[in-house]
Every structure is written in C-alpha cells, then in structure tokens.
C-alpha cells in the first residue's frame, strides 16, 4: 500500500457520459497530481494542485476538470466521455513543491472504460 | 512534444545477464532524473534516481547512468531476475519554469527476464 488511495480501481460507462475519480493523497502530502496513460503511451500529466491550489496544467481537455478540497483529496472530473478516454487515471502525491529527491508516489489507478 | 524518450518499447533479458534500459531527454532545464518500475494493475513506484550534478548512482543491484553533453541516461540492472519483468518508466524534472516541481515521463520500457 503506497498511501495514496483511489476510488474506484474499475469504472465502465457509456459515451456521453460523466464520472468522477477520487484521490487520497499519501498523510501529509499537500502535492496532487493526476496523469493519464493510454494504450502505448506514457504517463501523460493532466493536472497539479498543491494545498488546493491549482499550480499547473498539462494535457488536459476542457471536457475534464479537477479540483483539491480542504481535506486535500482530490476528484478528478471527466464529461461528455468518449471512447477515446479510455485509460488508466492516476494520481500521485508528493510532500512539498521543493526538493524532488524522491519524486512521486503514485496511487494503483483507476481504469476507465468508455462504451 | 515528448520531451522524455524510452526509444525502445521492449526488453528481453535471460534471467542473471545485465539489463540496460535507456532514456533520452531535450529539455535542458531538467536537472533530476529518476526511474519507476510498474507492474501490472498497480501504480509506479520508485526505483532510483540521479541528480544531473552525479554521473552515477548505484543501490544495490541498480545503477543509473547520466551523460548530461548527449542528454542520455540508461538504468543497468545486475544480475537481472525475472521479479524485474515489468515496465520501466524514465521521468525527469527541474527546478525553473515549467519543469518546476513536475515529471516529465517517457513511454515505458517492458522488460522481460527469462529463466
């Protein structure tokens, strides 16, 4: 168990469609982030939120948004699904916005699938 | 734009040879590089990292290699057993502009060791 916690691990619906992925920072963490792999492709970043602050953007469409509560959890939101969202999601969390000595730890993901 | 590259999608390796994973990058910002291993169904996790001031750092049976004049790293793992099969992920990050406090990762390198 890395700390970090995300719910679900599996969600299947249709196109059109809207949900919502939650992210549970490791205790302590105040870093969020959110990434997205695909078929073949890498982890590509969404988004980073730090103390509930938005702090950077990466490839995020406009259809997805997120957000990071007092509590520091964060949800990501995606809508108006398409078959082409299917992936796995990703969220990791990191200590301060500083030093990266140890990089990120990631959550085991929630897998999308779009039908 | 990737600005981490994993050239080589996969690895083959009889189980006690070295494996040598290899990364590129062209961002010159980057400054710290790290390696994630992921098996299926669970996130990244750490394995090892490099601060662009080294050319080397070694933990046990890793060693991660930095030519900073070819923008190069590769991760060497000896002997290679077959617990390592998984997926290898090279990120980098820097600390100015938009590599501050964010990894930029490659697409992953499946490593298969055989008995």
């Known amino acids: 168990d890395s700390g970090v916690t995300q719910t679900p691990k599996h969600l299947i619906t249709a196109t059109g469609q809207r949900v919502t992925l939650r992210c549970s920072p490791r205790s302590g963490d105040l870093s969020v982030y959110w990434y997205q792999q695909s078929l073949d492709q890498g982890l590509q970043f969404l988004i980073q939120?730090?103390?509930?602050?938005?702090?950077a953007k990466g490839n995020i469409l406009e259809r997805f948004s997120a957000q990071q509560f007092p509590d520091l959890h964060s949800e990501l939101n995606l809508s108006s699904l398409e078959l082409g969202d299917s992936a796995l999601y990703f969220c990791?969390?990191?200590?301060?916005?500083?030093?990266?000595?140890?990089?990120?730890?990631f959550g085991s993901g929630t897998r999308l699938t779009v039908v | 734009d990737q600005q981490v590259k994993q050239n080589s999608p996969s690895l083959s390796v009889q189980e006690g040879r070295i494996s040598i994973l290899n990364c590129d990058y062209t961002?010159?910002?980057?400054?710290?590089f790290l390696w994630y291993k992921k098996y299926p169904a669970e996130g990244p996790t750490f394995l090892i990292s490099i601060s662009s001031i080294k050319d080397k750092n070694e933990d046990g049976r890793f060693t991660v290699f930095l030519n900073k004049s070819a923008k190069h790293l590769s991760l060497h793992i000896v002997p290679s057993q077959p617990g390592d099969s998984a997926v290898y992920f090279c990120a980098a990050s820097g600390n100015r502009g938009s590599t501050l406090g964010r990894l930029y990762f490659g697409r992953g390198t499946q490593l298969t060791v055989w008995p």
């Open positions: 990791a969390s990191r200590s301060n916005f500083g030093t990266f000595n140890y990089g990120y730890t």
């Open positions: 939120y730090y103390n509930g602050e938005e702090r």
């Open positions: 961002n010159s910002m980057f400054d710290y």
